[in-house]
């Protein structure tokens, strides 16, 4: 089965600049998630859709971060403006609805300087 | 919410050293727990899964993994590693029903040749 795909694979912005992501779960997979990954630490879930829906966002910047889902498929995950501190990766993942093990992207490596 | 904590930040063996990652996590219900593999260059990967039954699960490429619940463990073992176990490993817990996986900060293990 075809995995998880994103990109960009890497991105360099400018501090104040906006940037997109975009994420295409693995086919028939309901549920999305978007993690933040900083240099030294675990993934961190930035914000979870089972098909268009918003389930849990409450670790979403939401003064900079918005993600959507529109069609229950592909999503985008924007930073306007970024910051220093958004450096990180940013991996998608995407899981059926009862099979809670995560399949995950090669995630897009963001660089803020 | 859940915490998890890895023992190491960076472990360094030889080939055919037996291998074991120590993880803790804090949460006082029913738990899911999962340990993650990131290869060099590569998305992360389903190593193996703990949901119910023997506390003693084995994954993939001769990995097994033990939960304690006593000591809210689940640490992680190989007794032959190879260099081509050298990888990032990340263990993560989520509570009952509710999917969010929290991760911990990883180790990072390089076997030498």
């Known amino acids: 089965e075809a995995g998880v795909a994103q990109s960009p694979r890497y991105k360099i912005i400018e501090k104040r600049q906006s940037v997109a992501f975009w994420c295409n779960p693995i086919?028939?997979?309901?549920?999305l998630y978007w993690y933040q990954q900083i240099l030294g630490q675990g993934p961190k879930l930035l914000i979870q859709?089972?098909?268009?829906?918003?389930?849990?966002d409450s670790q979403l910047p939401k003064d900079r971060f918005s993600a959507e889902r529109l069609k229950g498929v592909d999503s985008t995950l924007k930073i306007q403006p970024a910051k220093l501190e958004d450096s990180a990766v940013y991996l998608c993942?995407?899981?059926?609805?009862?099979?809670?093990?995560?399949?995950f992207g090669n995630g897009t490596r963001l660089t803020v300087t | 919410a859940q915490s998890v904590s890895q023992h190491n930040h960076h472990v360094i063996l030889s080939e055919a050293a037996s291998l074991e990652l120590g993880c803790n996590y804090s949460y006082g219900g029913t738990v899911n727990l999962f340990w993650y593999v990131q290869y060099p260059g590569q998305h992360l990967q389903l190593l193996l899964k703990y949901f119910s039954g023997d506390p003693l699960v084995k994954g993939i490429k001769g990995f097994e993994a033990e939960f304690i619940k006593s000591k809210f463990s689940f640490n992680l073992r190989k007794p032959s590693v190879q260099w081509s176990d050298t990888a990032e490993y990340f263990c993560?817990?989520?509570?009952?029903?509710?999917?969010?996986?929290?991760f911990g900060a990883g180790t990072t293990v390089t076997v030498r040749a």
């Open positions: 993560a817990v989520n509570g009952g029903n509710d999917y969010k996986l929290s």
């Open positions: 993942a995407s899981s059926l609805p009862s099979d809670s093990p995560l399949h």
């Open positions: 086919s028939g997979h309901a549920t």
């Open positions: 859709f089972q098909n268009n829906g918003v389930v849990d």
